[in-house]
């Protein structure tokens, strides 16, 4: 198993940059493939960025694509979320999340283990 620890989010204005943090521990954590959802207040989870299962490839939804970047540093037991060029409907909690089972990335019901969350504010 596997426990994830998310920070870095904060207020922003519309066009600011950020970087999330996930801090993971656990029993090989390279083996987990690791993702990022987000939920909006009154809004369903939504899928935002993953990893392939093996690592090697990247997906990300259409909203975000270009704008964010998800990266890791399996030596530190970390990934990130950078995101670039802010919109107001970036405003979310970001979730980090883990799964070690076959299952489609952008489903949330994929990942078995999520971390407490972080807030990203645009304030308009």
């Known amino acids: 198993q596997v426990q994830l620890v998310e920070s870095g989010g904060g207020l922003v204005q519309a066009g600011d940059s950020l970087r999330l943090t996930c801090a993971a521990s656990?029993?090989?954590?390279?083996?987990?493939?690791m993702g990022w959802f987000r939920q909006a207040p009154g809004k369903e989870r939504d899928f935002v960025a993953a990893?392939?299962?093996?690592?090697?490839?990247?997906y990300y939804a259409d909203s975000v694509k270009g704008r964010f970047t998800i990266s890791r540093d399996n030596a530190k037991n970390t990934v990130y979320l950078q995101m670039n060029s802010l919109k107001p409907e970036d405003t979310a909690v970001y979730y980090c999340v883990g799964r070690s089972g076959a299952g489609y990335y952008a489903t949330s019901r994929a990942y078995d283990y999520w971390g407490q969350g972080t807030q990203v504010t645009d304030s308009s």
């Open positions: 656990g029993r090989t954590f390279s083996n987990y493939a």
């Open positions: 990893f392939s299962r093996s690592g090697g490839s990247t």
